[in-house]
């Protein structure tokens, strides 16, 4: 396969994981709200990373492991930064949520 269809195919399986990405972080965020992910973590990290790299083989380049390599590391990327984010700003939000509650608290 020429370089630009490398390219090409690799750029459409990054998209693909990123939107695998959004898509799970918005269930995984769903079902933590609901109470439905404690105890669950684990078994939630193992299939989001089962998923990655399923499908990170449709992007395996076989002349160019060091190329091959950065293609991997970018799926990674792309399918785990909306999970990073999301847990980011439910940190953000609840440690906000429990300042207030404490000033509130002291004040009353």
């Known amino acids: 396969?020429?370089?630009?269809?490398?390219?090409g195919s690799g750029l459409a399986v990054l998209g693909v994981l990123l939107l695998f990405g959004i898509l799970y972080a918005t269930?995984?965020?769903?079902l933590n709200e609901r109470g439905?992910?404690?105890g669950y973590t684990a078994i939630c990290v193992v299939f989001g990373v089962g998923v990655t790299i399923t499908i990170n083989q449709f992007n395996y380049i076989e002349n160019d492991p060091s190329l091959?390599?950065?293609f991997e590391l970018a799926g990674f990327v792309a399918s785990g930064t909306p999970m990073i984010v999301?847990?980011?700003?439910e940190y953000v939000t609840r440690r906000a949520q429990a300042e207030r509650d404490a000033v509130e608290q002291a004040i009353s």
């Open 27 to 30: 269930a995984i965020h769903y």
């Open 36 to 38: 439905y992910m404690e």
């Open 68 to 70: 091959d390599f950065l």
């Open 1 to 7: 396969m020429e370089v630009s269809a490398q390219l």
């Open 86 to 89: 999301n847990n980011i700003m």
